[in-house]
């Protein structure tokens, strides 16, 4: 029998004896990947990304064809060079663009020091670890705008001296500002909705940035910590409460809104992060034309007395009507919007005078009354005046029939019905873009823009100029301020302004009427209640305020025992009930 030999297998080792011990052939070791070598595509997306988010066109030119350069590859890195070099020269990190603009050197700087082209990759490095370290200082004094830059460039550029520090050093200011300005609840302690907004898009941002630096680098994803992560996760849902049609931000004046790439991130973040309620709602609002299926969404108002503001939404879909209130301050902030347009937005400021002196607030704003049903949203806040008078807000939004009532009440706590001289005054700050129009005969101003918007009815007041008015309803086109003047021969007034958001029925008719209140078969004087129809198109609401007590008192056949009533008259006579307190 022939003998058989046996080959020995390339990955055997002949043993001294002449037998083969299977062996493990020695694994080329390879060179790890230098972290501050991203690769071309991962640098494209994140460039044309920060494109998207600037604000100024030509930060936005810059970034694009540094994107289209990196795009064709070490052939182009000269190019580059000289294109870094001259955007050096205009980055300035004092302000969003010049931040924006120092995130894309960073990340095409990086893409440099990882290419072969022949090049001055390190100086044009050192430049941008210059501009690193002069945002770093602005970081550890609290403020965060440059935090996304330096935890970039601290990532991905190499020659970092003690990179964990100030990686770590961005990182810490993000939370302590989420941990500082976020409630429990959500709100942003922070005034206006577009500083809102904007905060929550940065803090978004910074996480985002913190994520495609682990995938360019190798690194697992970083988050913040667990209280700061929630805190953030909560400040999601109160961003997208603030977001218009479509998911984008609202802004007091067009010319300066947040960019759509930046409320994208905030609501890919909900979704991503969010509960099944918050996904809901924004995919509710990613669908502006839609007015169904909000049964099982987050709901659209909040009230958050630790912050003290709260948010009245009308619904996610559709032309939505959104009122934001903050009352931390003596007078109010008020923002209210329809659609994708600011109506008002600045201070509600009033003025309370007994006998001509001035009776300024003396008590932080309480909330009296909140309440949340299908057919309204109630908000009541109140504060002292001093003398024994208290001022009671009213924020009251209807979002089926798109209506909405700001009202102030002055009450004498004292019951004191000594006659004296009572004067109120207040003024609404209306939005840049808005135009008002007046009627040459009657009282009702009306918001507009090329077409109109909403229509304001001052309802103490008679609806015609010619009929007696105990004060007046002007609008300052110097100051921007819609102004209400009412007096009383007493310690109380009711001073209502209605606002009808729906233009296709306030333009074909339009009227209200002070209405009769009895009490026991005997009519009350102004002082003690208040009633009023209002009639927009073909539909009739009626308002009650009590100010003395909640008695049982009729008003247009309906009888009441409440402080407040809003309802709706039907064809049959009868009054529904919208609000109620």
């Known amino acids: 029998m022939p003998s058989v030999t046996t080959k020995p297998s390339k990955r055997s080792t002949p043993a001294a004896d002449g037998t083969n011990e299977p062996t493990k052939a020695p694994r080329k070791e390879r060179k790890p990947s230098p972290r501050w070598r991203p690769t071309k595509a991962i ?9 998207e988010r600037a604000p100024a066109k ?3 030119q810059a970034i694009t064809s540094l994107a289209k350069r990196i795009k064709a590859g070490p052939e182009g890195a000269e190019s580059v060079d000289g294109l870094i070099e001259r955007v050096l020269s205009t980055a300035d990190t004092s302000s969003p663009d010049g931040l924006l603009l120092a995130e894309a050197l960073t990340w095409a700087v990086a893409w440099r020091q990882g290419s072969r082209a022949p090049g001055n990759a390190a100086h044009l490095a050192a430049a941008v670890l210059e501009l690193a370290s002069t945002a770093c200082a602005d970081l550890a004094q609290g403020e965060t705008a440059a935090a996304a830059f330096v935890l970039i460039a601290s990532r991905l550029l190499s020659g970092v001296a003690q ?3 100030v990686e770590q050093i961005a990182w810490d200011a993000c939370e302590t500002e989420i941990q500082r300005l976020v409630t429990p609840s959500g709100c942003v302690s922070l005034e206006g909705s577009a500083a809102i907004v904007a905060r929550v898009a940065r803090w978004t941002h910074v996480r985002a940035a913190a994520a495609a630096t682990a995938e360019a680098c190798h690194k697992p994803k970083q988050t913040f910590t667990r209280k700061a992560e929630q805190r953030w996760k909560q400040s999601l849902a109160t961003a997208i409460t603030l977001l ?5 931000a609202i802004a007091v004046n067009s010319a300066h809104t947040l960019p759509k790439r930046a409320c994208e991130d905030i609501t890919d973040a909900a979704l991503e992060h969010g509960k099944k309620s918050l996904r809901k709602a924004v995919r509710l609002l990613r669908q502006p034309q839609g007015t169904k299926g909000e049964d099982d969404a987050l709901s659209p108002n909040l009230d958050d007395r630790n912050a003290a503001m709260a948010i009245l939404r009308s619904r996610w879909q559709g032309r939505a009507t959104r009122v934001l209130l903050d009352y931390r301050s003596e007078h109010p902030t008020l923002e209210v919007s329809s659609g994708k347009r600011m109506l008002l937005a600045g201070v509600w400021r009033s003025e309370v005078t007994l006998s001509g002196a001035p009776l300024p607030v003396e008590s932080p704003w309480q909330v009296t009354h909140f309440e949340e049903i299908d057919e309204s949203t109630t908000l009541v806040i109140s504060a002292a005046l001093g003398e024994g008078l208290r001022l009671e807000r009213h924020v009251v939004l209807a979002p089926e029939d798109r209506v909405l009532l700001l009202a102030d009440a002055v009450v004498d706590s004292l019951a004191n019905n000594t006659p004296i001289d009572l004067g109120y005054r207040c003024s609404l700050p209306v939005a840049n873009d808005v135009a008002i129009a007046s009627d040459e005969q009657t009282r009702e101003l009306e918001l507009r823009d090329t077409k ?6 001052p309802l103490a007041f ?4 010619a009929g007696h008015a105990n004060g007046r309803f002007q609008w300052d086109s110097g100051s921007r301020q819609l102004h209400l003047e009412q007096r009383s021969p007493v310690r109380r007034l009711f001073a209502p302004l209605w606002f009808d958001l729906e233009p296709r029925r306030f333009r074909s008719q339009v009227t209200w009427r002070q209405l009769t209140v009895a009490d026991t078969r005997v009519n009350v004087r102004p002082e003690q209640a208040a009633g009023f129809r209002i009639q927009s198109g073909l539909t009739n609401w009626v308002l009650y305020r009590s100010l003395d007590e909640p ?9 009441l025992s409440s402080y407040f009533r809003l309802g709706k008259l039907g064809t049959d006579g009868l009054v529904s009930q919208m609000a109620e307190w």
């Open 452 to 457: 109109p918007l909403a229509l304001v009815m």
């Open 43 to 51: 640098v494209h997306r994140q460039l044309g990304r920060l494109a």
């Open 551 to 559: 008695r049982n008192r009729t008003v247009l056949g309906l009888n």
């Open 462 to 465: 008679n609806e015609w100029l």
């Open 58 to 60: 030509a930060t936005r």
């Open 244 to 248: 218009g049609p479509g998911g984008q």
């Open 163 to 165: 990179q964990n520090d």
